[in-house]
């Protein structure tokens, strides 16, 4: 059964700290990551995909894949008390469904 | 672009009634539309995949009587609580992928339908 763990926190990080939300998957085939956003109460967005090894930097996010280690992580710098919320990782084969973690909760304490 | 809509977004209903919840892409086609639940402070579980024209895929443990999904067009799928109770209220999110270049690799969800059942 392919699965997609994270810690569920809480992630507890001061104001204009560096957050850092980590994820590992099970299947080797996985060609496709994400990462959602999920405030509570509301459905998630997307935040940023990423196919291929290494690092992909969008504004304040930057997601890390090593398929080797199958793991992909999303680094949040300057975080922001409204970067507080959950975040989802997903993941996908070639021909599969999204396989979603159960998420890691951040909190950006002011 | 690539917008989902739900309708409704929360509906209160008594047991025994049933729902029915509409999934719409707005500005693309939706080869596959995804239904999910999400109960307080856990993760999204997916219900079922339809595909359009097809019967839907439903994930173990999903009662397919009574979680009605119908896709009969590209963007368009509803689901039907039938005969909903109490342990049925939840989040219920859709999710869409599309058919073309920049749609199909990622999932674009819905604002979600939160159901309440008394």
């Known amino acids: 059964q392919k699965e997609v763990e994270q810690n569920s926190g809480p992630l507890s990080v001061p104001e204009g700290a560096i957050a850092s939300l980590n994820c590992t998957y099970s299947d080797r085939g996985s060609q496709s990551f994400f990462w959602y956003r999920q405030y509570s109460g509301k459905s998630p967005e997307l935040i940023m995909f990423?196919?291929?090894?290494g690092d992909k930097e969008d504004g304040r996010f930057t997601a890390q894949l090593n398929k080797a280690s199958q793991y992909v992580s999303l680094l949040i710098r300057d975080s922001q008390p409204s970067d507080s919320a959950t975040y989802l990782c997903a993941v996908k084969g070639y021909g599969q469904n999204f396989v979603f973690g159960p998420g890691t909760r951040l909190s950006v304490l002011p | 672009g690539a917008v989902v809509s739900q309708h409704p977004s929360w509906v209160i209903c008594k047991s025994g009634t049933s729902v029915k919840i509409e999934c719409r892409s707005l500005?693309?086609?939706?080869?596959?539309m995804f239904w999910y639940r999400q109960f307080p402070k856990q993760s999204l579980m997916l219900m079922a995949t339809?595909?359009?024209?097809?019967?839907?895929?439903?994930e173990q443990g999903v009662e397919k009587d009574k979680f009605l999904i119908n896709h009969a067009s590209l963007t368009l799928s509803t689901l039907t609580v039938t005969s909903a109770h109490p342990e049925d209220s939840s989040f219920y999110i859709c999710?869409?992928?599309?058919?073309?270049?920049?749609?199909?690799?990622?999932?674009?969800f819905g604002p979600g339908t939160r159901l309440t059942v008394l």
């Open positions: 500005d693309f086609q939706a080869t596959t």
């Open positions: 990423i196919y291929s090894n």
């Open positions: 339809s595909n359009e024209g097809s019967k839907a895929t439903y």
């Open positions: 999710s869409a992928r599309g058919g073309r270049q920049g749609t199909y690799n990622e999932q674009f």
